[in-house]
Each structure stands twice: as C-alpha cells, then as structure tokens.
C-alpha cells in the first residue's frame, strides 16, 4: 500500500463534472421540489378520503362548506397556467421583456389565488379546533396554499434570471420550468377542489 | 501526461446567452458557509452530538430499572424514554449518512459542489435548529407523541401545550431539511457526473445515496403530511385522532409507518453501498460482480417499502397474511451483497485497516438480530415483540448497532479525506471496541431480560421481577457508558486529525493512501475548495487504477 505522498498524474478532462451554471439543474431540482409536493398532497388526500369513509356523516352536521368562489379560485389558476405557456413562448422568441412581464402576471394570479383561497377558509367559519373535519379542511387547504407559493417563488426565481440575461432563447430550460411548474399548481388545485369542494 | 482542461469553445447560440462570469472562490464564514466538505463534517460532527445526548439518556434509563425501587429519573422516565427513542432515530444514523454522502458524493462523481450549494446549508442549519428544538421540547414537558417517533396513536389532549407544539414543529424541520437534502443529492448525481461517469461507473456509495435519496423524496412529505395533522390537532385540539373519529387513527399510522418503517430498513442501503466500497479498496481489488451488488442495493431500497405491509403496529393492516415472506425478501439482497464482499476479499491481498473491523462489527450484530428474530418466535415472549424488553435489543443492534458500525467503517475509511490526515487506527480500534461492545452488550443485556420475560418501556420492575432483570439491566448500562465513551473518543480523534492537518505540509498528506481506484482518492487530501484540478478520464468504475495500469501513469 502506498502511503507515501505520490501524486496521480491526471490527463485532461472533457470537461468537469458542471460548469456551475447548466440551466437544467434547475429543472431537475423543481421537478424534485414537485415530487415532494405531490407525496404531500397525495398522502392528504389519502387521510381526507380514509376519515370520510370511516365517518357516517361528511361534512360533520353544521358544515358547509363555501363553495361560492370555487369558479373564481378556478378560472384564476387557468389563466396562471396559461400565462405560464406565455412566459415558455416569450422565452424561446427571446423577448425578455415579454417574458418579465408574463411572469409577473403569472405571480400576481396566483398571489390572487392565495388571498381568495384564504378568504373562502375564513368564510367558511370552520377552524382546525373545531372539529376533524376542520382540521383535515385546514390541513388541505394550507398545503395547497403553500404549493401554491411554491409557483411563486419558482416563477420568482425564473423572473430574476430572465432580467440577469440567463435566460434566452439558447437556454429555455427556466422558461420550460416555469410554463409546466404553473400547470402542476393548477393541477394540485383541481384535484383539491374536486375532492373537498365538490364531491365533499 | 499534463492536467491541462480547455472547455470547447461555446456555440454562438449559447454565447449569445450572457453567462454570469466564474464563480470565484472566496473564503466564506463557518456559519454561511455552503461548501459540501464543509458542511459534510458539520453533519457528522452534529449526529455524533446529539447520538452522545442520546446515549446518556440510554444510560439513565437502564440504570433506573438496574435496582429495585431505585429514583434517577423519577417521574420523568417516560419523558425520557421518548426523548431517547426519538432523538437516537431521527437525529443521529440518517444524518449520519447525509453527512457522509454531502461530503463525499460530489468527490466521487467528479463534480466540483452540491447541485444546490445554498440549499444543502440550509438543510444543514434547519435539521440543527430542528434537533436543538426537539431537545428543547422535552423541557417543557412531554410532548403527547410517546414511543419512537409517536409510532403509537395519539389520543387527542385539549391544551396539551408548548412541548407537543415545539416537538411536532421539531420534527417537521428535521423531516423538511432532510428531504431537502436528499432532493440535492439526488439532482448532483444525475446531473453534475464528470464525463465518462455512467450510471454504472459510479461508486457504490454514490448508487446506494441515489436510492436512498429516491426513497427519503418519495416517503419522507407523507410523514410530513403526518405531522402537519398532528400539529394543527394537537395545537387547536381539534379531535382529529379521538377515538371516535373511524379511520383517523389508522391513518396516522400508515402515514407514520409509510416513512418509518422504510427507514428502519433504508438505513442499511447506504451501509451496503459504503462498505461495498470498503471492502473492495482494503481488497486491492475491484468487487466481485458491481452490477449485481447495485441491483441488490436497489432491491434493498424497494423491499424497504414492500415491508410496510408486514407491519404489525399497523391495526386492521390489509395485507397480515404475508409479513414473514416480505420480511424475508429483504435479507436476500443484503445476503448477497455480504456474498459478494467475500468473493472480493483475498487474505493475502488484503491490508489490514481499522474500517474492516467495523465491516466485522455490522455483520456480526446483523446477524446477531437475524438469529435473535429467528428465535424469539418460539419463545413465547411476554407481551409479544412488541411488548418484551427483547425489542429493546432487537433495535440497537439492527436499526441502530449495525448501520452505526456501518458509517463508521465509512468515517474511518474516508477520514484522510474528511479530516486532511488519517485518524488514529489505534484510537480507531479503541472506539470500535466501544461502540462494538456497547452495543452488543446493551442488546445481549436487552434480548436476555425479553427471553427471561421483561417488558419494555417501564420505569420500575414490579410484579413477576427477578433478580436476573436488574442485571440485564445493569449489563445494558454499561453497554450504553460504552458507546458514550466510544463516541467521546472519536470526536476527539477527529478533532486531533483536523488540527494537524490544518499545519501539515502537503506532502505529509497523501491523497491517495490505499492505492484505491475510486474518483474521491484524485483529489488532494484534504481537497481544495473546488475539488480537483482537473478531472480524469473516466472508462470503467475504477479510473484511478486505470491511470495506473497506463504507461507512466503512475506517478508525476
């Protein structure tokens, strides 16, 4: 065995390992971040439907449930992911300014859809204390309240590489990330809606 | 042959694209650092902490029932137990390992960082300030999650208070950085391999973090989604888990064994894929049949998951016919890869080398724990496997013993990396009497108090006692003094290891000291802030020794 402090010579490379910059890791690492949000949502869901079928009466007697601005809450979240396809078709023309503004739409609708999601909890006078429906109710709703912000800190991030000029025509990757991220949201939110708003 | 690396020159698409300039390599503060080597020894450093808290407690609570009537504890006991039980479990082997992958993984694949550098530094801080907070939970009081981490149902308690808050907000930290962290090293082995690096030229360690990581991504959000019931239950005492509520406790539990149970085996996958490594350096040769040992880890990974339908803490599980058959799957690929280091190993090839005792030391107390599961069946065990102090053995030789001397063989194997200069085999050799004898003593003393009829998770012997459990649970003491000791000692080789080769001259820090044939040995020891000058070519799983099998490529 040698212990000695003999040095491998070593013949050039190709290239390294990364160049510290490839765009695709970000694609990855959302698609990560996706994976571990729909084990989350699922495992909900799961609890969600496991309780209702387990309980006699669902929504417990006194319940109701608001469904009063679920078109609303929907609509927003199409026109999020459709606007995330807008950000994907700005990028590969490579108009920056097109794809700014397009990401900023995107953030906004979903900051709408945070704050309208919230105000349907809070008009639905159910409180996780109030009962296990109420805190499965919490429970789902604020997991798709925190996948929703998700969208928003990636098209955030998205945002800043488009204006840092790290984002183009060359390197779609972001925009691609950016465009099906939005629609993953959207998705998350119809599968919400479908089993606690409308199946109840 | 020179190192000189020249990057193609970028197509003009591309170019046209404004690239931010060179990462510069700037020293950073111990606190904000985001360097994978840096924060790969905090991991370890962390794990061996909080695994020394856990094992004073250990200690505690064996000499508690060491002496009729005897008070350490008192009426904290229970408290105590669960603070043990969890912080042995969550805090100390699987950090342990994401220590080890941090530090390691991006070293064998031939990348220069982490894919995400800032978010491995995160993970790092939140499983830090996690655990911190999981220790400051039980200062309040008992957090109303008993046994280990709340594998038994919850009952709902109305204002339980601050200490099931901070502990179900603890854990859901150490889960989120845990994740996280895997998510990172999942994304650095597919995506930043040097080239040449296929998939079935990476190491075995790197293979066996990839499925690791696969399975924490995929199992650790469902106890996320576990304890974000359990917090807005207990915080709003809503009644989630009451009785009355049909399924609502048995959906705790599958969503707490859906990651649980995975991990009690998932911890021997990178055991396997570690010690694979080990084996076949100390070898000088390459492993038998590398292939079939990374199906086996990858089997390993996926019968971790099939296990859960054995699992006899689940009520009213669906599949109760067929535990012993998928428990029994899971020992053939571990078999195997055990097969396959033998077919490896060569006596008179072989070099004697501290880690190869902790190789020793995992097999035995695996095997140990197969035995002691083949036995007790017939033994009739008071209280049955779930209620027997048996069961107390039966976990700090399996899931706790046996993965430990696991990564240990991995520390000391990897340690003129980590620390710049070997650790003292020595003190190697004195640790691993301690950790070794410490956990077999603390088993044997465990198995021996079950098969004499014991129970587990009391804080007095009363009825039934003999004279014999006080010595199981005297002998089991001393075993936990012994880890303790054992962990003392390595921290503080570590420590010594560090200091001098912060002050060594380079060249009394070989970079390769075991002629070894992985990426990791190419780079200095301990390695500069981007890893390799440059990396080499890369043909087989073992390019180091296809660099020496080269004309003059031996030495420079």
């Given amino acids: 065995m040698a212990a000695s402090g003999v040095q491998l010579s070593l013949p050039p490379a190709d290239r390294a390992g990364d160049d510290g910059h490839d765009p695709s890791l970000a694609v990855y690492g959302v698609v990560a971040m996706g994976v571990a949000a729909v084990v989350v949502m699922g495992a909900l869901m799961a609890a969600w439907l496991a309780v209702e079928a387990g309980t006699q009466t669902w929504p417990p007697k006194g319940v109701?449930?608001?469904?009063?601005?679920?078109?609303?809450?929907?609509?927003?979240?199409?026109?999020?992911?459709?606007?995330?396809?807008?950000?994907?078709?700005?990028?590969?023309?490579?108009?920056?300014?097109?794809?700014?503004?397009?990401?900023?739409?995107?953030?906004?609708?979903?900051?709408?859809?945070?704050?309208?999601?919230?105000?349907?909890?809070?008009?639905?006078?159910?409180?996780?204390?109030?009962?296990?429906?109420?805190?499965?109710?919490?429970?789902?709703?604020?997991?798709?309240?925190?996948v929703a912000a998700s969208g928003i800190l990636v098209a955030g991030l998205t945002l800043v590489r488009v204006l840092g000029g790290q984002v183009g025509p060359a390197r779609p990757q972001l925009g691609w990330v950016a465009a099906w991220y939005g629609t993953f949201v959207s998705l998350v939110w119809f599968v919400m809606y479908t089993t606690v708003y409308v199946v109840k | 042959m020179t190192a000189t690396a020249t990057r193609p020159a970028a197509p003009a698409e591309v170019a046209a694209v404004r690239q931010p300039p060179a990462a510069a390599v700037t020293p950073e503060s111990p606190?904000?650092?985001?360097?994978?080597?840096?924060?790969?020894?905090?991991?370890?450093t962390a794990a061996v902490l909080f695994a020394l808290v856990g094992s004073v407690i250990g200690v505690l609570l064996e000499l508690e029932l060491s002496a009729k009537g005897i008070q350490i504890v008192g009426?904290?006991?229970?408290?105590?137990?669960?603070?043990?039980?969890?912080?042995?479990?969550v805090l100390f082997v699987t950090p342990l390992w994401i220590g080890l992958a941090t530090y390691l993984v991006p070293l064998q694949i031939g990348a220069r960082r982490l894919a995400f550098p800032r978010l491995a530094a995160t993970a790092f801080w939140t499983y830090v300030g996690g655990g911190i907070l999981l220790l400051a939970s039980y200062t309040f009081g008992t957090p109303n999650g008993m046994?280990?981490?709340?594998?038994?149902?919850?009952?709902?308690?109305?204002?339980?208070?601050?200490?099931?808050?901070?502990?179900?907000?603890?854990?859901?930290?150490?889960?989120?950085?845990?994740?996280?962290?895997?998510?990172?090293?999942?994304?650095?082995?597919?995506?930043?391999r040097a080239t040449g690096m296929t998939m079935a030229r990476v190491p075995n360690f790197t293979w066996s973090i990839?499925?690791?990581?696969?399975?924490?991504?995929?199992?650790?959000?469902?106890?996320?989604?576990?304890?974000?019931?359990?917090?807005?239950?207990?915080?709003?005492?809503?009644?989630?888990?009451?009785?009355?509520?049909?399924?609502?406790?048995?959906?705790?539990?599958?969503?707490?064994?859906?990651?649980?149970?995975?991990?009690?085996?998932?911890?021997?996958?990178?055991?396997?894929?570690?010690?694979?490594?080990?084996?076949?350096?100390?070898?000088?040769?390459?492993?038998?049949?590398?292939?079939?040992?990374?199906?086996?880890?990858?089997?390993?990974?996926?019968?971790?998951?099939a296990v859960l339908a054995s699992n006899a803490s689940i009520e009213r599980a669906v599949v109760q016919p067929t535990?012993?058959?998928?428990?029994?799957?899971?020992?053939?690929?571990?078999?195997?890869?055990?097969?396959?280091?033998?077919?490896?190993?060569?006596?008179?090839?072989?070099?004697?080398?501290v880690s190869l005792l902790y190789v020793g030391g995992f097999a035995l107390l695996l095997v140990a724990a197969g035995v002691n599961a083949a036995v007790a069946p017939s033994q009739h065990l008071v209280g049955g496997v779930n209620g027997s102090a048996w069961t107390v053995?039966?976990?700090?030789?399996?899931?706790?013993?046996?993965?430990?001397?696991?990564a240990f063989a991995a520390v000391y194997h990897w340690s003129p990396k980590i620390w710049g200069k070997a650790l003292n085999q020595l003190i190697g050799t004195l640790v691993w009497l301690c950790l070794f004898g410490g956990f077999a003593i603390t088993s044997a003393g465990a198995w021996a108090a079950g098969y004499d009829g014991a129970p587990w998770h009391v804080d007095n012997y009363t009825s039934g006692a003999t004279s014999h459990y006080f010595n199981y649970a005297k002998l089991a003491s001393v075993g936990g003094v012994l880890v303790f000791l054992g962990l003392l000692l390595f921290l503080a080789s570590a420590a010594a290891s560090w200091a001098f080769a912060r002050h060594a001259a380079p060249e009394d820090l070989p970079a390769d000291p075991y002629e070894a044939s992985t990426l990791e040995w190419a780079a200095a020891s301990p390695p500069p802030p981007d890893n390799f000058e440059s990396v080499p070519e890369i043909r087989s799983d073992a390019p180091l020794a296809d660099l020496r099998a080269r004309p003059g490529g031996g030495a420079a």
């Fill in chain 1, 64 to 146: 109701t449930v608001q469904n009063y601005f679920g078109t609303t809450l929907s609509v927003t979240m199409l026109m999020s992911a459709t606007v995330g396809w807008w950000v994907l078709y700005a990028v590969r023309r490579g108009d920056r300014r097109q794809a700014a503004m397009a990401l900023t739409v995107a953030m906004f609708l979903e900051l709408c859809f945070i704050n309208l999601l919230t105000y349907v909890m809070r008009g639905s006078h159910l409180g996780p204390a109030t009962n296990a429906y109420g805190t499965l109710y919490y429970a789902v709703n604020a997991a798709t309240i925190a």
């Fill in chain 2, 210 to 305: 990839l499925a690791l990581s696969a399975a924490i991504l995929l199992s650790g959000p469902v106890f996320l989604a576990g304890m974000l019931l359990v917090f807005l239950d207990q915080h709003y005492a809503g009644g989630l888990f009451a009785a009355s509520q049909g399924n609502a406790n048995l959906v705790w539990q599958h969503l707490v064994w859906l990651y649980g149970r995975p991990d009690v085996y998932l911890v021997a996958v990178p055991a396997l894929g570690a010690l694979s490594d080990v084996v076949a350096t100390h070898s000088h040769r390459r492993l038998l049949q590398p292939l079939v040992a990374k199906g086996a880890i990858f089997a390993t990974t996926i019968l971790a998951f």
């Fill in chain 2, 75 to 89: 009426t904290s006991y229970d408290r105590l137990f669960s603070l043990h039980a969890t912080a042995t479990t």
């Fill in chain 2, 323 to 353: 535990p012993s058959l998928l428990s029994a799957f899971i020992v053939a690929p571990i078999g195997l890869t055990a097969l396959l280091w033998l077919g490896t190993i060569r006596p008179a090839q072989l070099k004697f080398h």
């Fill in chain 2, 147 to 192: 046994g280990i981490v709340s594998s038994v149902a919850l009952a709902p308690v109305k204002g339980v208070g601050r200490a099931t808050d901070l502990w179900a907000t603890s854990l859901i930290l150490i889960t989120l950085a845990l994740v996280a962290a895997a998510a990172n090293l999942f994304v650095t082995i597919l995506k930043l």
């Fill in chain 2, 31 to 44: 606190l904000t650092t985001s360097d994978h080597k840096r924060l790969g020894r905090y991991y370890i």
């Fill in chain 2, 393 to 406: 053995g039966q976990i700090h030789a399996a899931l706790i013993g046996a993965p430990t001397m696991a």
